[in-house]
């Protein structure tokens, strides 16, 4: 077996700001593996992040996704964009095994070495997207990309991360996709900027079109109404569409430069990373499989209950943090 | 530190026999794998891009029309010319004997043939993913 070279890390860190594929795409294993190397990764990356326009494409499974950004992909290596693309797919709850089955559909932006395709395992998170691609899309936006497209795994009703991750969301449809009472409904049908309904040479296209903009029209007037586009992904026909309406977005957003969002958006992330150090401070230590053990035997015994354990526990804890 | 392999399993070429690369991508998911499954009709070029981007440490080739003294070895080559002659590449399918050797010594490191058992495929993984996470 040939091991793997040795490179220092400081040197791949590098080679993958000047532009070099291999040392980018272990940049990312590693950051997507949250190995000890990750923080450091991060850290050294954060200045060199150029604002890419990262745009989210999400919706039920099926519909078209990976073949719209594919597309869409397409459009943006002609205006000369360097392009990245994440593409989640589910990971097994039972195996922890996954298919990674979005490539498959991106053969044309494949072929083109200035598109950078990276697909990712959900890992148990439930969200859409995986724990780190956010992280992710910062190391391709370190490495120069301009345009990132963030593709989840197949979405029910609620999986909303990619909201929080992306500057404009895509929420691709399908004519089956249900009446307007589903277009009612909160969640997905809430953070879209674009609607797509793809495969729109399927009967019932421009019904649930009209469906989705009479959902809206009931609503008060959004600053950004969200324009509901026909597609057909496979045969590229309305994809241009979509990719002006993401740019009409980008530009709005540009006008509408909301301090008071992107400063939510930070402290989320913020509170993300810090709600996982806590985690890890609280749950990784050998103490706390200890305090879990113990306490849950005592539950099922019936001497305690959860609630008061619990209680118990995050006094223990606070009284720890203080001796520190 | 433990490590999962990532193994991307496509076919290249004109051959578009894909039921033995789909039992083998999704037994591999059964076992725990990530697996990139690539499909059919791919180019030595296409794959080792994609083996590259997506950093695995395996790839496997489902070969049955022939082409594969051809296509193996560029493949090879290729990852070699990125640098990235770490990933293994292991081979199934309709392979002559003759062949084999010449592979093997070319530098692919596994060949399973026709009566294979997913089980014996994954267990040579499993070898695989030992030896890597200690490195």
Not at chain 1, 156 to 181: C, K, M, N, R, Y
Request: aromatic letters at 4%; one cysteine or more.
């Amino acid at each position: 077996m040939i091991p793997i070279k040795t490179i220092p890390l400081e040197q791949i860190i590098q080679q993958a700001l000047d532009g070099k594929e291999s040392s980018l795409s272990r940049l990312i294993t590693l950051v997507e593996n949250e190995t000890p190397e990750a923080a450091h990764i991060l850290k050294t990356l954060y200045p060199h992040r150029k604002k890419a326009f990262r745009i989210g494409i999400t919706g039920p499974p099926g519909g078209g996704k990976s073949t719209l950004v594919d597309r869409l992909a397409l459009l943006a290596r002609q205006q000369n964009l360097k392009v990245g693309i994440v593409c989640v797919d589910p990971t097994s709850p039972f195996t922890g095994g996954a298919i990674l089955g979005d490539r498959i559909r991106m053969n044309k932006s494949a072929a083109d070495p200035n598109i950078f395709i990276r697909s990712m395992a959900a890992r148990g998170s439930l969200g859409g997207i995986a724990r780190t691609t956010e992280e992710v899309a910062e190391v391709l936006e370190a490495a120069g990309k301009d345009l990132i497209f963030i593709e989840t795994v197949g979405v029910g009703q609620s999986e909303l991360d990619i909201f929080h991750a992306v500057d404009t969301v895509v929420v691709v449809l399908v004519p089956e996709s249900g009446t307007g009472v589903q277009a009612m409904k909160a969640g997905l049908m809430e953070i879209a900027h674009l609607f797509v309904v793809n495969k729109a040479d399927r009967p019932g296209a421009s019904r649930i079109k009209q469906e989705i903009e009479d959902v809206l029209s009931l609503a008060p007037p959004l600053e950004w109404p969200p324009p509901v586009l026909l597609t057909q992904a496979y045969r590229g026909i309305g994809v241009k569409e979509v990719f002006d309406g993401c740019l009409n977005h980008k530009a709005f957003l540009e006008k509408n430069e909301r301090h008071d969002y992107r400063l939510k958006k930070i402290e989320k992330k913020l509170r993300d990373l810090m709600l996982e150090k806590i985690e890890k401070e609280v749950f990784q230590k050998d103490k706390a499989k200890e305090n879990l053990a113990c306490f849950a035997q005592k539950i099922m015994e019936g001497v305690l209950d959860p609630y008061t354990a619990a209680e118990k526990w995050s006094k223990q804890i606070k009284k720890q943090w203080k001796e520190n | 530190m433990e490590r999962k392999l990532k193994i991307l399993i496509s076919k290249i070429g004109l051959d578009g026999h894909d039921r033995g690369a789909k039992v083998i991508a999704r037994s591999l998911r059964d076992a725990g794998f990530e697996v990139i499954y690539l499909g059919i009709h791919q180019t030595p070029e296409m794959v080792v891009n994609a083996a590259v981007q997506e950093d695995v440490d395996v790839i496997g080739l489902s070969h049955l029309s022939g082409a594969h003294m051809t296509l193996f070895p560029k493949t090879l080559e290729l990852l070699k010319q990125k640098g990235r002659e770490d990933i293994l590449v292991m081979g199934g399918g309709i392979i002559p004997e003759e062949d084999k050797a010449e592979l093997l010594k070319l530098g692919i490191v596994k060949l399973f043939g026709p009566g294979t058992l997913t089980q014996d495929i994954i267990s040579y993984l499993k070898q695989l993913e030992k030896e890597k996470s200690l490195t």
